[in-house]
Each structure stands twice: as C-alpha cells, then as structure tokens.
C-alpha cells in the first residue's frame, strides 16, 4: 500500500486523543447576593485555637499563574485568623515531585509575617506527587500541637495526582484532620472530592474564585465555632450551585467514499469510511454551597420613587433614580409625617432674573413638590411670584393634589419688571398665609422659601426683620452672585442655599427638605459616651443564655458611634471570677468590640454582682484605663437575679460617682434583691427569658442616650490618682495631689528635691499644655 494512504488514519487519531476540557464552579445566586458573599467574606474572624497547614501544589501542571493564585488565596484565608503562638498557628509546605516544607506552624506569630512569606514562596515545578505529600503528614504538622488543637489541612491542587491519594486522605482523616479540598486551574473534581473531609460538599472549593472561595471555607468553620461573623445578623445559607466541565468529544458526522488497498498487487478499493466532527458540550454535576450572607446597606430599600439602589461594600450605597428625582438622596424621599408645616415659595419673576432663570425656579419647585409631597404628608405649599408686586398664584394648602398643583404652577407667566424683593416680603408677611392664620401652638411652622438670581432694587433688611417678627422662617435659594443679600434678608449664612451652575440648583433639594423638616434622630451616636457591659456568666445563667447576652449587646453596640472621641465601651464579666474582658480604650473601632465581644469568655460557678460592680469602679471607669474625664458615664448589667444581693451598696457608689447603672434582670421572677439594685424605677428593664433580650433594644438605648445627656460633674468619678483631690473652677477642674506626686492626675511619681511636697494641676479639655507662668504658685497644666 502507498505510504500517502495510511496519513489520513494517522491524523484522526492523533486528533482523537487529545481531549481539552475547563472547569467551573457556580453558585446560583443574584448579582446582590454575589456582592453580599464577597462582603461578608471580610467580615468572618477565626480567634479559635486551630492548627492549619496549607498545602500548595506547586507542580508543572498547575504552572506558575495558577500557583500565584494559590497564594493569593492562601493569603485571603490568614486575613480572617487572629494568628499568634496561643491561638492560630498557620504553616505551609508546597509539594510537587516531593514535598518541600516552606515554614513550620511554630515560625511566625502575626498574620503580616505568614502573608510575606506565603508571598515569597518560588514556584517548584515536577510531578504532582499528591499521595507522597499526605504521607509526610502522618507524623504530625510539622511545628503544630501534636493534635491538642483542631488540625486543619487546606490542600491546594488541580487534582491530577500521578499516585493513590485516597488511603493517604482516609488515614489523614481518620486522625481528626479536617481536609479542605481547594481546586486550582482546571481541577479533577473527582480526586478533590476524594480527598475532602465529610460532608464534602461544603469542603469542596475553587481558588480561582478567591472571595467565594474563602467565604465557603469560613462558613463551614463557622458551624464548629472555629470562626465567628463580626454582625451577630449574618447567617450561613444554603444555595444551588454545579461543577461543571467543558469537554469535547467526538460525533459520527457521516461516511464518504476513502481508497484503501487490496490483496491483490496494485489495486486499491475504494469503500465507505465514517468521518467524525468534534463539539463541545458540558457535563454538570448540580450540588449545595453553603455560603455565610450579612444584611446589606440596601435590604432596607432606602432609594424610593422607583431608585435602584446599588451596595458599596458594609454599609455604604449609593442610589441610581428616575431622571425625576436624579441627583437627590435616596431619591427623594418623602417628607417626615411629624413635619407640620407651612411653605410658601416666593418666585423672583422680575427682568433681573430673566424669562431662563425663572422657569429653572419653577421646575426646582415642580421636582420638590413631587419629590417630598404625598397624601399622607402634613406640609402644605403655596407659590407667590414678584416683580413690581406680589401676585399669590396658588395661596397655602389650596390645592386638590400634587397634580393639580404642578399645573397651576405650570401657568404661572414670567412679567419682567424692577425687582422689589423687600416690597414683596412686607405683603408676604401680612397676606402670604392667610388673613385668618392660627397662633400659638395650633399654628404650624411658616416658612418662606425666596428663589432669585438678581439683586433687588428697593431696601430688603428692614421688611426681613418684619418678617422674622412674624415668626416666618425665611430661606434663601440662588446663584452666587447673591448671596450676601440672602443672607441678610434671612439672618444667617446657615439659611442659605446657593450654586454655582445653573445645573446644580436642583441637587439643592435635599438640602432644603432637610432645613424645612429637621427632626432630632433617635439615638446618640454623636454623643460623648463611656460605655461598660456587665455580663453575667455564672453557672445560673448557663453558656448558651450568655450567647444570648453576647449578641444582644453587640446589636446595641451597632446603634453607637465607637472611636475614641465619641463612645468607648468596654466589657466585664462575672462568674467564678471577675474579669475585663476589654476595656475602654482597648479598641477604637466598632467592628473589632463587635469581634471581641463574641470572644468573652463564659465563666461558670457562682457569681457575686457587687463585686463585679466594685471592679469596674476600681480598675474599669478610672482615666488610667482609658476613662475620659468630663465624658458621661454608664453601666448596663445583664444579669439573671442570681447573687445580686450584696449589689445594691456597690451601685449605689458607682451612682454617687457620677456613674449612671442599668439594670436589666432576665427571668420570670423579679428578686427583691435586683430591684434593691436597681434604685431608680427608670433604671430597671425586666426581661422575662433570655430569647426576648431583643425585644428590649429600643429601651435600652433610649435609657443610655438620656443618660448621656445629663449634666457632667468633671470631679465623678475622680479623674485624680493616687489620693488626689479634684478641685471643680471655672468650668474645669484641678487635681491636688499629695506628697511625692505629680503630674495632671497625680500620676507621675516625684523624687525628694525635685519638686515641692504638694503640687497642684489645672485642667481643662482643650487638648493643649502650657506650663504655669509662676513658680510661687501651684504649677498648672492645660490639657
């Protein structure tokens, strides 16, 4: 047979033998929730004591770009571990044609070391020698606890091993190692599968998809404690989700006519032979993620009027709205029902402003009213317009709907004219409201808004001062050129909105719903404040109770603004003993209270509340930890009524302190001693079981807010250290301090000859120190 003839089989099969495939893992969720998972991923903290062992497949066939995304995966991971000696150990060893040991658990003992060397790792190359690997681990982690500690091995691979993994894996698993299986690339989900812990599907994971990678791990850690969320809100989830596998194979696309050769000499028969076409196709193997989702900044559908609102990471959004309501926050939202008011809107229609400025005023007007006015609302608007004289178009609440006021509006003509401002405040003040206007506290709020772009011709301060005479609020709207008049027709730069392009007076509006109905928000988050828990954690109240308290005060610390200038808290616990769990100026920042909180420790034994009360006036709410003099001061005490009845004495001291103490008592009976506790009858909440902590959040935070509002004494509790005495002058305070002491507190220790006998400080809260002009007084200090 001619050697030509035999080619074309050679190319079908070689052809044939090579087999391409891609693989995948989804999860089937919205677009919202995928942002949510990614979110939440930074949100979970491991503080657990674990030993954990990434073990990295560095061979040829995961090549050196899927290697660094191991790493980078491996280092997304040590973010969430509270990593040092007693808690997280972390420790990496890469395997190819053998395995070679990067770090021991025992090197590093902060997450910033571990992360540089795990960034350091050099790609190997060789074989994927994934069963020699395991082998090497059945003596132990290499630097690890020996097993005195949840092990966990998180193996990173493509799972194309040139070797038996599945017995190594068994006995690895057998051991009470937990084996996350990580795939890499194109992984082998089989071999993945066969080398995960149980159930598998949650140990199951693909590093290329970094944030969900590491948000499917911690969630599965999450179920055994090993990790926490910082929101006690977030929750684990399950979702639908598939691996899948691109694969091409090979179809029968039909027969054509091929030559082939015969027995007899130099003939060739020609016969039909198939040919083949290659496609594409997936193979999907459907299964259950389960992933951990936190409330986002839009589960509360903020953008209204139809506003799509888009998540900016925690607890920031912003909102895409209608061409109505763009540029307006949460576009446009309505005007509170508590806002009784009255507002006129006073229209410059003169020749000054021009026929443009003037109807851009009346399409600000058009876009407010329908922006903030529905049926429910209790604001009433009218429209006036000037020049020469005042015409009121639509007078104050007469108007059957929105709609019909926008058309009325609509008809107001431009007249042109002088500009007689100060003329038409005298009418408004007399005539703009009604003649028949009820007073006192039956009347709501009169507000005139002045839109104008021109200066006016005629005197305006003293009609504006008949005005304000009149109790009408005025607020002035328009371009820079007059501002300085608006602000003297008004009374202050504070009621005055200006821009500076034509375009940005509409971005005005939200500005103005705020002026024209400002109501206090509930809460104090800008309030001054230092804040301590005391929790109870006796043996009466049980470790699971005290879960309960653990997550009701992290929900009422989310209601506060934690940094150091606004509220610090602090927490104590009691039981067997009497511990800080942190204290006030041990974190700054809420999300790590919120982690620390979760991490108090559940005591047991028998609890004595005075003691604990004791404690926090001894060693908590004193300035040497972190407590802020001048700054107002509370205690809320969860407790289950059990060994409260020495309390009452201690309370009593930390009141007369200038400490305020909430009590709130868990249980079905209310002990005489926790009312004795108690005191004031404002100072007791009573809860009848644990799982209805959260139905009293609103009291308790209205009870720490009014409190924070109260009158300070800078001299309680004693900012004065060691003996010292706090001296009240002058709207500030003074420590006298005893012999051999010194310093604004009475901290610093003074040797004999270097200082008199007694020294006396003067302090005041302007962050300032200056020495004292006269050695024959007392020196002073400014702090």
Same mark, same amino acid.
């Given at each position: 047979?001619?050697? &030509?003839?035999?080619?074309?089989?050679?190319?079908?099969? !070689?052809?044939?033998?090579?087999?391409?495939?891609?693989?995948?893992?989804?999860?089937?969720?919205?677009?919202?929730?995928?942002?949510?998972?990614?979110?939440?991923?930074?949100?979970?903290?491991?503080?657990?004591?674990?030993?954990?062992?990434? !073990?990295?497949?560095?061979?040829?066939?995961?090549?050196?770009?899927?290697?660094?995304?191991?790493?980078?995966?491996?280092?997304?991971?040590?973010?969430?571990?509270?990593?040092?000696?007693?808690?997280?150990?972390?420790?990496?060893?890469? &395997?190819?044609?053998?395995?070679?040991?990067?770090?021991?658990?025992?090197?590093?003992?902060?997450?910033?070391?571990?992360?540089?060397?795990?960034?350091?790792?050099? &790609?190997?190359?060789?074989?994927?020698?994934?069963?020699?690997?395991?082998?090497?681990?059945?003596?132990?982690?290499?630097?690890?606890?020996?097993?005195?500690?949840?092990? %966990?091995?998180?193996?990173?691979?493509?799972?194309?091993?040139?070797?038996?993994?599945?017995?190594?894996?068994?006995?690895?698993?057998?051991? *009470?190692?937990?084996?996350?299986?990580?795939?890499?690339?194109?992984?082998?989900?089989?071999?993945?599968?066969?080398?995960?812990?149980?159930?598998?599907?949650?140990?199951?994971?693909?590093?290329?998809?970094?944030?969900?990678?590491?948000?499917? %791990?911690? +969630?599965?850690?999450?179920?055994?404690?090993?990790?926490?969320?910082?929101?006690?809100?977030?929750?684990?989830?399950?979702?639908?989700?598939?691996?899948?596998?691109?694969?091409?194979?090979?179809?029968?696309?039909?027969?054509?006519?091929?030559?082939?050769?015969s027995r007899q000499a130099d003939a060739v028969l020609a016969v039909r032979c198939p040919f083949y076409s290659w496609k594409r196709v997936f193979q999907t193997h459907p299964g259950t993620c389960y992933r951990t989702i936190c409330p986002g900044p839009c589960d509360s559908q903020p953008c209204q009027n139809g506003?799509?609102?888009?998540?900016? *990471?925690?607890?920031? #959004?912003?909102?895409?709205?209608?061409?109505?309501?763009?540029?307006?926050?949460?576009?446009?939202?309505?005007?509170?029902?508590?806002?009784?008011?009255?507002?006129?809107?006073?229209?410059?229609?003169?020749?000054?402003?021009?026929?443009?400025?003037?109807?851009? @005023?009346?399409?600000?007007?058009?876009?407010?009213?329908?922006?903030?006015?529905?049926?429910?609302?209790?604001?009433?608007?009218? $429209?006036?317009?000037?020049?020469?004289?005042?015409?009121?178009?639509?007078?104050?609440?007469?108007?059957?709907?929105?709609?019909?006021?926008?058309?009325?509006?609509? +008809?107001?003509?431009?007249?042109?004219?002088?500009?007689?401002? *100060?003329?038409? !405040?005298?009418?408004?003040?007399?005539?703009?409201?009604?003649?028949?206007?009820?007073?006192?506290?039956?009347?709501?709020?009169?507000? $005139?808004?002045?839109?104008?772009?021109?200066?006016?011709?005629?005197?305006?301060?003293?009609?504006?001062?008949? @005005?304000?005479?009149?109790?009408?609020?005025?607020?002035?709207?328009?371009?820079?050129?007059?501002?300085?008049?608006?602000?003297?027709?008004? *009374? +202050?730069?504070?009621?005055?909105?200006?821009?500076?392009?034509?375009?940005?007076?509409?971005?005005?509006?939200?500005?103005?719903?705020?002026?024209?109905?400002?109501?206090?928000?509930?809460?104090?988050?800008?309030?001054?404040?230092?804040?301590?828990? %005391?929790?109870?954690? +006796?043996?009466?109240?049980?470790?699971?109770?005290?879960?309960?308290?653990?997550?009701?005060?992290?929900?009422?610390?989310?209601?506060?603004?934690?940094?150091?200038?606004?509220?610090?808290?602090?927490?104590?616990? #009691?039981?067997?003993?009497?511990?800080?769990?942190?204290?006030?100026?041990?974190?700054?920042?809420?999300?790590?209270?919120?982690?620390?909180?979760?991490?108090?420790?559940?005591?047991?034994?028998?609890?004595?509340?005075?003691?604990? !009360?004791?404690?926090?006036?001894?060693?908590?709410?004193?300035?040497?930890?972190?407590?802020?003099?001048?700054?107002?001061?509370?205690?809320?005490?969860?407790?289950?009524?059990?060994?409260?009845?020495?309390?009452?004495?201690?309370?009593?001291?930390?009141?007369?302190?200038?400490?305020?103490?909430?009590?709130?008592?868990?249980?079905?009976? %209310?002990?005489?001693?926790?009312?004795?506790? @108690?005191?004031?009858?404002?100072?007791?909440?009573?809860?009848?079981?644990?799982?209805?902590?959260?139905?009293?959040?609103?009291?308790?935070?209205?009870?720490?807010?009014?409190?924070?509002?109260?009158? $300070?004494?800078?001299?309680?509790?004693?900012?004065?250290?060691?003996?010292?005495?706090?001296?009240?002058?002058?709207?500030?305070?003074?420590?006298?301090?005893?012999?051999?002491?010194?310093?604004?507190?009475?901290?610093?220790?003074?040797?004999?000859?270097?200082?008199?006998?007694?020294?006396?400080?003067?302090?005041?809260?302007?962050?300032?120190?200056?020495?004292?002009?006269?050695?024959?007084?007392?020196?002073?200090?400014?702090?």
């Open positions: 047979m001619p050697p &030509f003839l035999c080619l074309p089989a050679a190319w079908i099969l !070689l052809f044939y033998t090579v087999s391409p495939s891609i693989s995948l893992q989804e999860v089937y969720v919205s677009r919202e929730t995928t942002g949510k998972i990614a979110v939440a991923s930074k949100l979970m903290w491991c503080s657990a004591a674990v030993d954990v062992l990434f !073990l990295l497949d560095g061979s040829h066939s995961v090549g050196k770009g899927s290697f660094e995304r191991s790493k980078h995966f491996a280092m997304a991971i040590c973010d969430a571990l509270d990593i040092n000696p007693v808690r997280v150990r972390v420790g990496a060893l890469q &395997f190819g044609s053998t395995p070679h040991l990067e770090f021991p658990l025992d090197s590093f003992s902060t997450r910033q070391e571990v992360k540089a060397n795990i960034k350091g790792i050099v &790609f190997k190359g060789g074989r994927t020698e994934t069963g020699l690997a395991l082998k090497s681990l059945h003596r132990g982690f290499p630097g690890g606890r020996d097993g005195a500690v949840p092990q %966990l091995l998180i193996i990173v691979t493509d799972g194309k091993a040139q070797g038996p993994v599945a017995l190594p894996a068994k006995q690895l698993k057998e051991r *009470g190692i937990i084996v996350f299986a990580v795939g890499v690339r194109f992984p082998r989900w089989e071999e993945l599968l066969t080398l995960a812990s149980e159930p598998k599907e949650q140990h199951v994971l693909l590093a290329e998809q970094v944030e969900d990678a590491t948000n499917g %791990l911690l +969630s599965t850690l999450s179920t055994s404690a090993l990790c926490t969320s910082a929101d006690p809100d977030c929750r684990v989830e399950a979702h639908p989700c598939e691996r899948k596998t691109l694969e091409t194979i090979r179809e029968l696309a039909g027969h054509a006519l091929c030559w082939r050769g506003g799509t609102c888009i998540p900016e *990471g925690v607890d920031r #959004y912003h909102c895409l709205c209608p061409l109505a309501f763009g540029g307006e926050v949460n576009c446009a939202p309505k005007l509170s029902l508590e806002c009784r008011i009255d507002i006129l809107f006073l229209l410059d229609s003169s020749g000054g402003t021009t026929l443009e400025g003037f109807l851009r @005023a009346k399409a600000f007007v058009k876009r407010f009213v329908q922006a903030v006015l529905s049926e429910d609302s209790r604001a009433r608007v009218g $429209v006036a317009s000037y020049s020469r004289d005042l015409i009121v178009t639509v007078p104050v609440g007469e108007y059957q709907d929105v709609p019909d006021l926008v058309r009325r509006l609509d +008809s107001i003509p431009f007249r042109g004219g002088p500009t007689l401002t *100060g003329s038409a !405040l005298l009418q408004v003040s007399e005539h703009g409201f009604g003649s028949g206007s009820r007073t006192g506290q039956d009347r709501p709020r009169r507000v $005139v808004v002045l839109l104008t772009e021109s200066h006016t011709h005629d005197e305006v301060a003293g009609p504006a001062d008949h @005005a304000r005479a009149r109790e009408l609020l005025l607020l002035g709207v328009g371009s820079e050129m007059v501002q300085a008049e608006l602000e003297e027709i008004t *009374g +202050s730069s504070k009621n005055v909105m200006v821009y500076t392009d034509p375009q940005d007076l509409f971005s005005q509006i939200p500005e103005l719903q705020r002026r024209l109905c400002s109501q206090p928000r509930p809460g104090c988050q800008a309030q001054s404040l230092d804040l301590v828990f %005391l929790l109870d954690a +006796s043996a009466s109240v049980g470790p699971e109770n005290f879960a309960q308290m653990q997550t009701f005060i992290r929900k009422c610390t989310l209601r506060f603004d934690v940094n150091p200038d606004v509220t610090q808290v602090g927490l104590v616990v #009691y039981g067997s003993q009497v511990q800080t769990a942190f204290g006030l100026d041990t974190h700054s920042t809420r999300a790590a209270v919120l982690r620390v909180m979760s991490q108090a420790p559940y005591l047991g034994g028998v609890g004595s509340a005075g003691t604990a !009360l004791l404690h926090i006036d001894d060693k908590v709410m004193t300035v040497q930890r972190g407590a802020r003099p001048g700054v107002p001061k509370a205690v809320v005490m969860i407790t289950g009524g059990s060994g409260a009845e020495d309390a009452a004495v201690p309370a009593q001291k930390l009141r007369s302190n200038g400490i305020s103490v909430l009590v709130v008592s868990v249980g079905a009976v %209310l002990r005489e001693a926790v009312r004795r506790l @108690a005191g004031p009858r404002d100072s007791l909440i009573h809860v009848a079981a644990y799982t209805d902590l959260r139905y009293h959040q609103d009291a308790l935070i209205e009870w720490i807010c009014r409190e924070a509002k109260q009158p $300070v004494n800078l001299c309680k509790p004693s900012p004065c250290m060691n003996e010292g005495t706090c001296v009240l002058k002058n709207g500030s305070y003074r420590c006298e301090c005893r012999g051999g002491w010194g310093g604004p507190h009475c901290e610093n220790r003074i040797l004999r000859g270097d200082a008199p006998m007694a020294d006396s400080f003067h302090v005041e809260p302007t962050g300032r120190q200056q020495p004292a002009p006269s050695q024959q007084a007392p020196r002073h200090l400014r702090i």
